[in-house]
């Protein structure tokens, strides 16, 4: 192994899309045992570029240098014969297989079934890593999940390991495992690329970090060096305006109330709730918490009503019962919803944004009578919702699929908060937003609270519900955790909710 | 009943039951792949008459065989290539094909009507092949042997080889598959290339065995219940084998009951008999409700690259 | 690759209108060569199926009379497959839908008035609704994919219409041929042009036709269909029951195919035969997507798959062509249609051209 050239080293790389400019001529290397940040936010062209280290996109100029040596890896498969292993944001999992047959998918040699189950038991053993090669992985949590990407990536002895945001599925816990074996890599000579926005995390673990804003490097810097703030201003590019959090006085009456809800899982690979209890005052913000896939689809088709609950006072807002209607019959009386995915759920693509609108605003604004659909209306409301919101979007006759994620998310939170609901259900509500369309996003539900709506805000990102709500619970594995006021607990408490009350193995719990 | 009602029994329940068996294998590839290709009545027409052309001419069997799957994979890759490389709609596209080798199959054959081809029979000595009892396990034509011997294949495929876990897996998740690098369309090219050249088999099994003798749209639906039987046996080879013989029997009752001298039913209750079967074991299978958690996650999905 | 496709911001509209007809086109040209290849005048029988039955105007009668039952069948066939339901089977509920109205004629045959008639329409239409249930509770209730249970549906349907010709419904006056007896003349749609076989049922397929592109466009109900279609999450999200849904789509191109029936076994065949069903729900569904599942798309699309069944019978008697022949054009149209398709969502690009990489 040469130790002059860099492990791998990038110049000059360029990848557009429709419309858009991914990577701008990006140059960066990492050494060799290096663990290297590439910071940027949501947008920035962070997963283009490494699917093209990898081999999954091909860029359009540029050059890609191993070891010194001009590389073109036509494939995944290139990429790990040269000793690139890879986690992907998005697991590349398949959920209906076992754990061992995932991991020999994810492999070059063909290894008989035994020789691969010891192989992997090995490794498990060096990284102090717990997973059973026998399980299906739908059985599995997301960490686990994660873990079965980071053996197949390590069977192949890489000499870099990329990390796509692997941190955002996880609990504060698990990031700590997961860094200790990420040093012990490091250790041993890989090279490590690990993508992130979160930048406390670069701090704890990288040597190096590039900054990537619109697709351009915008900088590198020692992240130990750095303040936390230096990296946001680059990485943002602006200096953020803060979200202002008005002063509240006492808590109104109660306006949103679950008591006791249970709901079965979604699909067999989802999770079933059990005995959810909450309140929501007047003015209120209460946040869930949680790792993704614990039950939180579940939860907000629960609230809005995409199905009805068990019993009909489960639910009830203002003190009337609502839990056996539907979605619809819960608007007309003020439950408005934002659920988690936006495109075929929160919006249908191929329509346009005022076709769009008489998805969920045609009973509170009018959009419809006797039948018949009221095209001007709908129209005037759609461009409303744009102009107050500043959606980015040719007009109200754009197709939702034509906007970028933040923008239909801006549409769509628009829609619901224009209708002045008296309860708002929102899950993810900044989920893959840049951060300027993420604090106006913020602003929005507090000016709502403000005006005495109660707020349900379903998210996984705690540093977001930390910041706008006033009282926190915990959802895992359908279970509910008691109620936390914001300021008054810390992190590692709802950390360790997040892993379940006392932190025990998941496998206990999912031995059913 | 006598021994020997039963044995002709069992001979023409096999007889029934290989062509659907050979043609359900055939698409229980092609689903596993995440692709559901609704054509299989079309292709295994095309898949008949070249079989029975080539077989007429030639005045060899095998050659009709071979000529049957080219034909049927010919078939077959058109709509590969509209569902596959332009993303068309693959139900749409499926019955296209079905309506299609229908009529290719009626315009070639048109100068074929009424005639016939020696029976594509068993190559066991006579002493074996007609022997009253024997001829349970010596008398079928060499196709029925092929038909067990690709459900013992397709079985150890799917379940042991890396190319079945691999076939697996594009069905279970295309992006996935492509994101750790298998080359998604072209297994589902080669998954539907299959499925077309099994259902060339089993065309030329109708046309050569069956009814050795050329009629319009000899299939008369059968390749929808291959179709049924697909989801019938939650695709598992050694259940669709099973569903096969089962569906068999029910397909050939209006024979056995004529043959019975039974005339207590309508002969058009008997013949529409195996459709309704169909229907009440798809409602019963979805009943049970393990069809779902069984079926490929993508099947019938559009997938395309980016690069 | 010297050419790569791609992505459209949004559909083009231009393509929309443009490729059905690229996709007759085609056809044309691939169905002359495709023809003279297996011996036959290739030109002259595409000219024969496609531009003779135009030209003439004496066949346009005939035209009327074919699209009539395809534009009908087809727009029950649209509003499902707009829906994500796929009624594969409305072939069945036309020929079970006619089976019930002639039900009605048969036991009214020795009665007059104007009622009958209508009754006969109306419980034509009921028949093929009804027939239509069975797919629909079994998709509804126990998740059964409707595709092979209407397409079976569709084989019973012909068995239970020979044994009705074979047996219960044989005209005792008919010499033993397997037929219903003639209908009366209160039983018989009337021509609306003198002179002409065009019948009542022609003018009332447009109307239909035009109907359906007011609900279809205007109308929640229209609005509903296409979004349990487009996004079904979206659909609950918005809070419309999918299971509604799909019985309404159900009930309505059962109806439709039934009242089709009905019109062709009174206005056309003015009894009911064993040569009954001739495809026409199978070739609706044709018309369905050549007509870009919009009713106004259907009425065009309907008469040029009538173009193509006028000719193609042209073509058999005139030059000897099968039957078949007329078939193989009608897939194939649909096979083009389905590949020029792609040309809506995504644009062909050359590949140096986007090389450069600008935005």
């Known amino acids: 192994m040469s130790e002059q050239a860099a492990r791998l080293e990038l110049s000059g790389i360029t990848k557009a899309f429709p419309g858009v400019l991914a990577n701008d001529h990006v140059s960066f290397a990492v050494q060799p045992g290096e663990i290297h940040a590439l910071l940027g936010e949501n947008g920035a062209g962070k997963s283009t570029l490494v699917k093209m280290i990898y081999g999954v996109l091909k860029p359009d100029a540029g050059e890609i240098r191993w070891d010194g040596q001009t590389v073109h890896t036509e494939n995944p498969k290139a990429a790990r014969a040269l000793g690139i292993g890879m986690v992907f944001q998005h697991f590349s999992l398949f959920e209906a297989m076992t754990v061992l047959e995932n991991i020999a998918l994810g492999m070059d040699t063909a290894l008989t079934r035994q020789a691969l189950e010891n192989r992997v038991r090995e490794v498990l053993d060096t990284y102090g890593l717990i997973l059973d090669p026998h399980r299906h992985v739908h059985t599995l949590s997301v960490g686990e999940r994660q873990r079965i990407e980071i053996v197949r990536a390590l069977l192949q002895e890489p000499r870099l390991l990329i990390m796509d945001e692997p941190t955002s599925v996880l609990t504060p816990q698990e990031v700590d495992k997961l860094f200790e074996t990420l040093r012990q890599l490091a250790q041993e000579g890989c090279s490590i690329l690990y993508i992130s926005h979160k930048l406390h995390e670069i701090q704890a673990l990288c040597d190096t970090a590039t900054i990537l804003r619109g697709g351009k490097v915008v900088g590198d810097c020692d992240p130990k060096v750095e303040t936390a703030k230096s990296m946001a201003e680059m990485m943002i590019g602006a200096n953020l305006k803060s979200v202002e959090k008005k002063e509240r006085g006492a808590a109104g009456p109660v306006r949103f109330a679950v008591k006791d809800l249970a709901a079965p899982a979604d699909g067999p690979f989802g999770t079933a709730l059990q005995h959810i209890s909450f309140e929501v005052h007047a003015g209120e913000i209460f946040g869930i918490a949680g790792v993704a896939g614990n039950g939180q689809n579940e939860l907000l088709e629960a609230l809005a009503g995409e199905v009805t609950a068990g019993g009909t006072n489960m639910v009830s807002l203002d003190g009337e019962p609502i839990g056996n209607d539907l979605t619809g019959a819960r608007r007309a009386k003020g439950l408005c919803s934002v659920p988690e995915e936006r495109n075929g759920h929160g919006a249908v693509p191929d329509f346009s944004l005022a076709a769009n609108t008489v998805l969920t605003a045609r009973q509170r604004m009018g959009l419809v009578s006797s039948g018949f659909i009221h095209f001007g209306a709908s129209t005037e409301f759609a461009d409303k919702v744009i102009q107050d919101f500043n959606v980015k979007a040719t007009g109200s006759e754009a197709a939702a699929s034509s906007l970028s994620g933040g923008n239909l998310q801006k549409f769509i939170m628009g829609r619901e908060i224009l209708q002045k609901p008296d309860v708002l259900v929102v899950s993810q509500p900044t989920w893959g937003v840049d951060a300027g369309a993420a604090a106006a996003i913020h602003q929005a539900l507090l000016d709502l609270a403000a005006e005495g709506s109660a707020l349900v805000v379903i998210s996984q990102d705690l540093d977001e519900l930390l910041a706008i709500c006033d009282e926190i619970a915990v959802i895992n594995e359908g279970h509910l955790s008691r109620t936390l006021r914001v300021g008054e607990v810390s992190i590692d408490e709802i950390g360790l909710l997040m892993g379940g009350i006392h932190g025990a193995p998941k496998e206990v719990s999912h031995a059913a | ?307 | ?359």
């Open chain 2, 1 to 307: 009943m006598s021994p020997e009602i039963l044995i002709a029994i069992i001979m023409t329940v096999i007889g029934a039951s290989t062509p659907i068996l050979i043609a359900a294998l055939g698409e229980l590839v092609v689903e596993k792949s995440g692709v559901l290709n609704l054509g299989i009545e079309g292709m295994m027409l095309v898949g008949a008459i070249a079989a029975f052309a080539v077989t007429l001419t030639t005045g060899s069997h095998w050659l009709g065989v071979i000529a049957g799957i080219v034909a049927a994979m010919a078939a077959s890759m058109i709509f590969a290539v509209l569902t596959l490389s332009l993303m068309s709609n693959q139900v749409a596209t499926g019955l296209a094909l079905t309506i299609f080798g229908i009529g290719l199959s009626s315009l070639i054959g048109e100068g074929y009507v009424g005639k016939t081809v020696p029976v594509f029979g068993s190559f066991f000595p006579a002493g074996l092949a007609e022997h009253p009892v024997l001829k349970l396990i010596f008398g079928h034509s060499p196709l029925v042997y092929v038909s067990v011997a690709l459900t013992i294949a397709i079985a150890w495929f799917l379940k042991h080889s890396r190319a079945g876990l691999i076939l697996r897996a594009v069905g279970e998740s295309d992006h996935a598959a492509h994101s750790i690098g298998y080359p998604v369309i072209r297994v589902r090219y080669m998954a539907v290339a299959f499925g077309g050249a099994l259902a060339g088999v089993a065309g030329a099994y109708f046309s050569l065995v069956l009814v050795p003798l050329w009629t319009e749209g000899l299939t008369a639906g059968r390749g929808w219940i291959a179709l049924a039987l697909v989801v019938f046996s939650s695709w598992k080879p050694w259940r669709l084998f099973l569903g096969a013989y089962l569906f068999g029997l029910v397909m050939t009752m209006e024979l056995h009951f004529k043959a019975a001298g039974v005339t207590l039913v309508a002969s058009e209750f008997l013949a529409a008999l195996p459709y309704l079967a169909t229907i009440a074991v798809l409602a019963i299978i979805s009943w049970r409700g393990q069809e779902k958690v069984n079926a490929p996650a993508c099947l019938g999905k559009p997938f395309r690259e980016t690069t």
């Open chain 3, 1 to 359: 690759m010297p050419l790569r496709l791609e992505a459209r911001p949004q559909y083009s509209r231009p393509m929309l209108y443009a490729t059905p007809v690229l996709a007759v086109v085609l056809t044309i040209i691939t169905g002359a060569i495709l023809f003279s290849a297996i011996g036959y005048n290739g030109p002259g029988a595409m000219y024969e199926i496609f531009f003779k039955p135009i030209l003439d105007s004496y066949r346009w009668q005939d035209l009327g009379v074919k699209a009539a039952p395809l534009i009908i069948i087809a727009i029950g066939l649209a509003a499902g497959f707009r829906a994500n339901v796929w009624n594969i089977g409305a072939e069945g509920q036309y020929v079970f839908g006619a089976l019930a109205g002639t039900g009605v004629a048969l036991a009214t045959y020795e009665m007059t008035g104007w009622w009958i008639l209508p009754l006969m329409c109306i419980v034509g239409a009921i028949g093929g609704a009804a027939y239509a249930v069975i797919p629909a509770f079994l998709r509804t209730r126990l998740g059964v994919n409707e595709i092979l249970t209407s397409l079976m549906l569709t084989y019973a349907a012909i068995q239970l219409l020979f044994y009705l010709m074979n047996g219960p419904w044989k005209d005792p006056e008919g010499f033993g041929f397997p037929q219903s007896r003639t209908f009366t003349d209160y039983q018989i749609l009337p021509t609306v042009i003198d002179g002409t076989v065009v019948h009542l049922g022609v003018p009332l397929a447009f109307l239909i036709a035009i109907a359906a592109w007011i609900v279809l466009s205007r109308t929640l109900f229209g609005y509903q269909i296409s979004v349990v279609g487009l996004a079904p999450a979206a659909a609950r999200h918005g809070g419309f029951d999918a299971n509604r849904t799909v019985w309404h789509c159900f009930l309505i191109s059962g109806a439709l195919a039934g009242l089709a029936g009905i019109f062709e076994a009174s206005g056309a065949f003015n009894q009911m035969v064993p040569q009954f069903p001739t495809n026409y729900g199978f070739t609706a569904i044709i018309v369905a997507f050549l007509g870009r599942l919009h009713p106004i798309g259907i009425i065009l699309a309907g008469l040029i798959l009538a173009v193509s069944y006028v000719g193609g019978e042209g073509a058999q008697t005139s030059m000897g062509l099968p039957a078949a022949g007329a078939w193989i054009v009608q897939a194939m149209m649909l096979f083009y249609l389905l590949a020029v398709d792609i040309l809506v969502r995504y644009r062909i690009k050359f590949k140096s051209q986007i090389a450069g990489g600008a935005a």
